[in-house]
């Protein structure tokens, strides 16, 4: 005869986890992991690949919330996994594991961040100096207001945990997004910087800062803690302003 | 030779595409500048009518007494006609986004629609704003 509470405990010491595995069609495969204290999603899928099916598809590098590319949806929100524990997310004892969504899938979790970076570029998020070999250094008080400004948004890792949070990249195919917006927006506080009439331009159409709805999504999912809604309502005022200056 | 390039096949349809993509990018922000100001207006607008409403039925002003004071009133008038030119700023690029991101109607098209629809909403709220004050 079994013995109730340990088996109670038994079934409390493993998680029921559903992975998504396949490309765009696919579908949940269910696995039974030990739980461990102190333990993040990405171990979880760590154990699934190691132990019980080798042939599971992910995408992670430094384990410590620096290298931006261990971003998936866990229960339905996305996350960055190494920095993410069990407890916190944990729904009873199971997780539904699936890859960031408003990004093509290649493999189980691992999604094509291609046209996510591409449209980094297409927000001018490149840095253009202003300045020429021949200049001193620049300067630059970290107390000036756009040094402040640039600094709120300049931590971003580039995990696509904003992008799949957002419902008007799910709408809009096009729209540049929060984080090559935010991108966009340190450039344009950057007094260092000389591309920003054309960086303007670059995110003042259907496809840019004006398309946001201010759902709030990317500010408050975003594991760095930046608030991409905030740089975007700068842009809105910036565009417009350049708007009345004759500027864009 | 001076040193410029010879010309590149297409190079001037590329620069006719440079220059439409930068007038409908001027246009798009032009129109999202223009919604936010005609929402500042309707903000204002839309108190002063429903405080005109709740006044009238409070008072029970009936409907030959209202027409007693808004007829000849320019005041009046001139407040609905800016009302009216609100609506049909505001209106139509709302619909214009609500299109393009729930039915993916986006181009000429749609915005050849929502420019008609701001026309009708134009004449029949002037035609309104008309009937109560000649």
Redesign the interface.
Known sequence: MTDPIAEEKRAMSRLKVSVWRGAEAGEYRSYEVPRQESQTVLDVVTFIQRYLDPTLAYRFACRVGMCGSCGMSVNGIARWTCRTHVTRVVNGDTLEIAPLRNLPVIKDLVTDMSGFFDKWAAAKGQFRSNRSRKDEFALVSPATPERRRADAGIECIGCGVCYSACD?VA??PAYLGPAALNRAWTLVNDVRDGANPERL?AV???AGC??CHTHVSCSELCPKQIAPTGSIAGL?RA??LA??KGL? | MNGAHPPVDGAGAAMDEARAC?S???M???L??AQ?LSAAVLALCVLVHLGTIIYAVRQGLSAEEILGRTRGNLTGFGFYLMFVAAVSIHAPIGLR?VF???FSW?GKSLDWALLAFALVLAVAGTRAAWGVFR
């Open positions: 008007v709408d809009n331009r003042a159409g259907d004006n398309a809105k565009v417009s708007l009345l864009l | 930068l409908r990018t001027r798009q922000a032009r999202w500048l936010r986004a393009s991101e729930w986006r």
